[in-house]
């Protein structure tokens, strides 16, 4: 019973969400308060429905239901019950109705949240974020069904696939799709823009908190995703450009331009129309992630390949949602004034160019993940664009960025001189430099992009720095240091994440250029040497899983004759899903990870064991998580808190373009 009305919330939240498309922009065209007013509730029952119809579908997995065929094929009794709550959305449909619950709760914040909004804007906004819903709720319905019974009812589930079963997959999903979904109130708020026909101050203030949200759960979801793959493939690798990864990185590189887009359109009103399509692109990148993803056009560890007439419906929504806003975009940008000029050399050129090089590296991700699939279409030839492509194409844009984003932030708005603006940051460069230099003296045999991506990293770090010294004025120690602690939440949070991003080149500076590894077949008792540490295969024997057999091995590592550790890698066997999987067994550290790899038995005796040293891999999540928090501390400055004045008295009916 539980199980149907979950069922009939949905298709109920599917009529409140046409009613909230339709009566609150019909209220906005008119100037009819009573009409704009159905938003907010509209938005805050549509939540609920989809929150009770989610809360049914878990109960059904916690419970085992195997009267639901989504439950008789992602779970089993035997699953832990973290994995059977993972279940719900470990699967096409599952996540397509988290994907629906994550865009009714942002519509519903908006709601809430949004008092300070003109009620012409808020109507709007929450008109096309019920727009988007409506779409979504009809593909879910239609073709994705979640609720769909089996008859008979079988005794026992198939399980999800094991390669899913893990902490770092149950939590990675829910933050992408906040990352995802939250693009969509960009979206919103871009299209609201265009129809009302004005882009200002105001707007961009607005717009940033919901890109700042949604680019912090990205980043923490790809974050999540990359280190689960890290430890759990057994593949040793941190990133594989994978077309899936880069279904997440596309929307994130863009998300990021907007961010700082918008901040000229708040401080000086420039690029407007650039920063509109940027939010247009940003959600149009998400639902071609979506697309790839769940089209069935490619294969992957974690896509849900299936029925084809699931990519076609995704593919109709891009069309319409981006042929529609492009198309309301082309009408209206010519009216977008540029109310601030700025010199060559300023604060808005950094900006510029910023923008230009994350959205150049994003278009060098897109077409090597499209055009195998473009090739295929149109030519009939199978291609395949690996790791080699994408890091020679994308790594120069971001070495480029590396070398701007400290001296953009020190340069003035409107008009400054490049070189007093770089004046403070000498001693940086210097020392970002020595440091280069000394890494690619210590190194042997090694190319010097390892120590080049180090010093990037350096300078990144420094300038961040030097960036919120240069905040504090002049004076003595304690003056400056007090100034420090009542810097706005911004500035920290920017500090942060630049921080956070130098952390992070380090660590695939560190790994790409550093790794040590050795492949070789291991008997017991015997040892072998790599990287400076001695290890020992001591024993290997079965171990009984809540669901799964494993061979476990207990590996002695030792380095300069004292023991450091005994790792235990593992090979898993599902007999539900009769699928292995590879445990990987790390002991990470400061400047290096060991990393070892339980193979399978050799016929000629003993074991197949890989094993690496990866230099500063754990700098690599260690960035990610403190760009995430530099967003974090922006996100609670107070200046989003407060109603932005300027438009606060704005009559409720669209005004004309400027």
Same mark, same amino acid.
């Given at each position: 019973?539980?199980?149907?009305?979950?069922?009939?919330?949905?298709?109920?939240?599917?009529?409140?969400?046409?009613?909230?498309?339709?009566?609150?922009?019909?209220?906005?065209?008119?100037?009819?308060?009573?009409?704009?007013?159905?938003?907010?509730?509209?938005?805050?029952?549509?939540?609920?429905?989809?929150?009770?119809?989610?809360?049914?579908?878990?109960?059904?997995?916690?419970?085992?239901?195997?009267?639901?065929?989504?439950?008789?094929?992602?779970?089993?009794?035997?699953?832990?019950?973290?994995?059977?709550?993972?279940?719900?959305?470990?699967?096409?449909?599952?996540?397509?109705?988290?994907?629906?619950?994550?865009?009714?709760?942002?519509?519903?914040?908006?709601?809430?949240?949004?008092?300070?909004?003109?009620?012409?804007?808020?109507?709007?906004?929450?008109?096309?974020?019920?727009?988007?819903?409506?779409?979504?709720?009809?593909?879910?319905?239609?073709?994705?069904?979640?609720?769909?019974?089996?008859?008979?009812?079988?005794?026992?589930?198939?399980?999800?696939?094991?390669?899913?079963?893990?902490?770092?997959?149950?939590?990675?999903?829910?933050?992408?799709?906040?990352?995802?979904?939250?693009?969509?109130?960009?979206?919103?708020?871009?299209?609201?823009?265009?129809?009302?026909?004005?882009?200002?101050?105001?707007?961009?203030?607005?717009?940033?908190?919901?890109?700042?949200?949604?680019?912090?759960?990205?980043?923490?979801?790809?974050?999540?995703?990359?280190?689960?793959?890290?430890?759990?493939?057994?593949?040793?690798?941190?990133?594989?450009?994978?077309?899936?990864?880069?279904?997440?990185?596309?929307?994130?590189?863009?998300?990021?331009?907007?961010?700082?887009?918008?901040?000229?359109?708040?401080?000086?009103?420039?690029?407007?129309?650039?920063?509109?399509?940027?939010?247009?692109?940003?959600?149009?990148?998400?639902?071609?992630?979506?697309?790839?993803?769940?089209?069935?056009?490619?294969?992957?560890?974690? $896509?849900? #390949?299936?029925? +084809?007439? /699931? %990519?076609?419906?995704? *593919?109709?929504?891009?069309? =319409?949602?981006?042929?529609? !806003?492009?198309?309301?975009?082309?009408?209206?940008?010519?009216?977008?004034?540029?109310?601030?000029?700025?010199?060559?050399?300023?604060?808005?050129?950094?900006?510029?160019?910023?923008?230009?090089?994350?959205?150049?590296?994003?278009?060098?991700?897109?077409?090597?993940?499209?055009?195998?699939?473009?090739?295929?279409?149109?030519?009939?030839?199978?291609?395949?664009?690996?790791?080699?492509?994408?890091?020679?194409?994308?790594?120069?844009?971001?070495?480029?960025?590396?070398?701007?984003?400290?001296?953009?932030?020190?340069?003035?708005?409107?008009?400054?001189?490049? $070189?007093? #603006?770089?004046? +403070?940051? /000498? %001693?940086?460069?210097? *020392?970002?430099?020595?440091? =280069?230099?000394?890494?690619? !003296?210590?190194?042997?045999?090694?190319?010097?992009?390892?120590?080049?991506?180090?010093?990037?990293?350096?300078?990144?770090?420094?300038?961040?720095?030097?960036?919120?010294?240069?905040?504090?004025?002049?004076?003595?120690?304690?003056?400056?240091?007090?100034?420090?602690?009542?810097?706005?939440?911004?500035?920290?949070?920017?500090?942060?994440?630049?921080?956070?991003?130098?952390?992070?080149?380090?660590?695939?500076?560190?790994?790409?250029?550093?790794?040590?590894?050795?492949?070789?077949?291991?008997?017991?008792?015997?040892?072998?040497?790599?990287?400076?540490?001695?290890?020992?295969?001591?024993?290997?024997?079965?171990?009984?899983?809540?669901?799964?057999?494993?061979?476990?091995?207990?590996?002695?590592?030792?380095?300069?004759?004292?023991?450091?550790?005994?790792?235990?890698?593992?090979?898993?066997?599902?007999?539900?899903?009769?699928?292995?999987?590879?445990?990987?067994?790390?002991?990470?550290?400061?400047?290096?990870?060991?990393?070892?790899?339980?193979?399978?038995?050799?016929?000629?005796?003993?074991?197949?064991?890989?094993?690496?040293?990866?230099?500063?891999?754990?700098?690599?999540?260690?960035?990610?998580?403190?760009?995430?928090?530099?967003?974090?501390?922006?996100?609670?400055?107070?200046?989003?808190?407060?109603?932005?004045?300027?438009?606060?008295?704005?009559?409720?009916?669209?005004?004309?373009?400027?």
């Amino acid at each position: 019973m539980i199980v149907e009305l979950g069922h009939f919330a949905l298709v109920l939240a599917l009529f409140v969400a046409a009613v909230q498309t339709v009566l609150p922009m019909i209220g906005a065209q008119k100037g009819w308060p009573g009409w704009m007013a159905v938003a907010e509730p509209a938005a805050t029952t549509q939540f609920l429905l989809v929150a009770f119809s989610f809360a049914a579908l878990t109960y059904a997995f916690v419970t085992d239901d195997f009267s639901l065929r989504l439950v008789v094929d992602n779970s089993n009794t035997l699953k832990p019950m973290l994995y059977k709550v993972a279940g719900v959305w470990g699967n096409h449909e599952g996540s397509m109705l988290l994907w629906v619950l994550i865009l009714s709760l942002f519509g519903a914040c908006a709601a809430w949240f949004g008092g300070n909004l003109p009620p012409a804007l808020r109507a709007r906004v929450l008109s096309i974020q019920a727009l988007i819903g409506v779409a979504f709720y009809l593909f879910i319905l239609f073709t994705s069904n979640p609720f769909w019974r089996v008859d008979p009812a079988p005794m026992n589930g198939f399980g999800m696939n094991p390669l899913l079963q893990d902490p770092g997959l149950a939590f990675h999903p829910p933050f992408l799709y906040l990352g995802y979904v939250g693009l969509s109130m960009s979206f919103s708020f871009a299209v609201a823009a265009l129809i009302e026909g004005r882009v200002d101050a105001a707007w961009a203030r607005w717009v940033r908190p919901w890109t700042l949200a949604a680019w912090m759960f990205l980043t923490v979801g790809i974050a999540l995703g990359s280190l689960w793959a890290y430890y759990e493939l057994g593949w040793g690798g941190f990133w594989f450009w994978d077309p899936t990864e880069n279904a997440s990185f596309m929307p994130w590189l863009i998300a990021a331009a907007l961010l700082h887009s918008a901040i000229v359109v708040e401080k000086r009103e420039t690029l407007k129309a650039w920063t509109i399509l940027l939010a247009i692109l940003a959600f149009g990148f998400s639902l071609i992630g979506t697309f790839i993803v769940r089209s069935g056009v490619i294969t992957s560890v974690h $896509a849900f #390949a299936t029925d +084809p007439t /699931r %990519g076609v419906f995704i *593919l109709g929504l891009i069309a =319409a949602f981006m042929g529609a !806003a492009l198309t309301l975009f082309a009408i209206r940008a010519p009216a977008m004034e540029a109310k601030g000029v700025f010199s060559t050399v300023s604060r808005e050129t950094a900006l510029v160019l910023n923008n230009v090089l994350l959205a150049v590296a994003c278009f060098v991700v897109f077409i090597g993940t499209i055009w195998p699939l473009v090739a295929e279409l149109a030519f009939n030839r199978k291609l395949s664009v690996g790791a080699p492509f994408f890091d020679l194409a994308f790594t120069p844009f971001m070495m480029a960025l590396a070398v701007i984003l400290p001296i953009g932030t020190l340069l003035p708005w409107k008009r400054g001189r490049l $070189a007093r #603006a770089a004046l +403070p940051l /000498r %001693g940086g460069a210097v *020392l970002a430099v020595a440091v =280069a230099l000394l890494v690619y !003296a210590v190194q042997s045999g090694h190319s010097a992009l390892g120590p080049l991506g180090v010093g990037l990293g350096v300078w990144l770090i420094l300038g961040a720095l030097t960036d919120l010294a240069s905040r504090t004025g002049r004076g003595g120690p304690m003056a400056r240091l007090g100034r420090i602690t009542r810097l706005p939440r911004a500035d920290w949070g920017r500090v942060t994440a630049h921080a956070g991003l130098g952390i992070t080149f380090i660590g695939i500076a560190g790994v790409m250029a550093w790794q040590v590894q050795d492949i070789r077949v291991a008997r017991l008792g015997q040892s072998y040497d790599v990287g400076g540490y001695n290890i020992t295969l001591k024993d290997v024997h079965q171990v009984q899983g809540p669901n799964y057999t494993a061979r476990v091995a207990d590996m002695v590592v030792t380095k300069d004759g004292r023991e450091v550790a005994v790792m235990h890698p593992s090979k898993r066997f599902y007999p539900v899903a009769g699928t292995p999987t590879t445990e990987a067994a790390i002991r990470p550290g400061f400047t290096r990870d060991l990393y070892l790899v339980l193979g399978d038995a050799q016929k000629g005796g003993g074991y197949a064991v890989r094993t690496y040293i990866k230099p500063f891999a754990m700098w690599i999540w260690s960035g990610a998580i403190i760009m995430a928090l530099g967003g974090l501390l922006s996100l609670t400055d107070r200046r989003y808190r407060i109603a932005a004045g300027a438009r606060k008295a704005a009559p409720a009916q669209a005004v004309p373009a400027e």
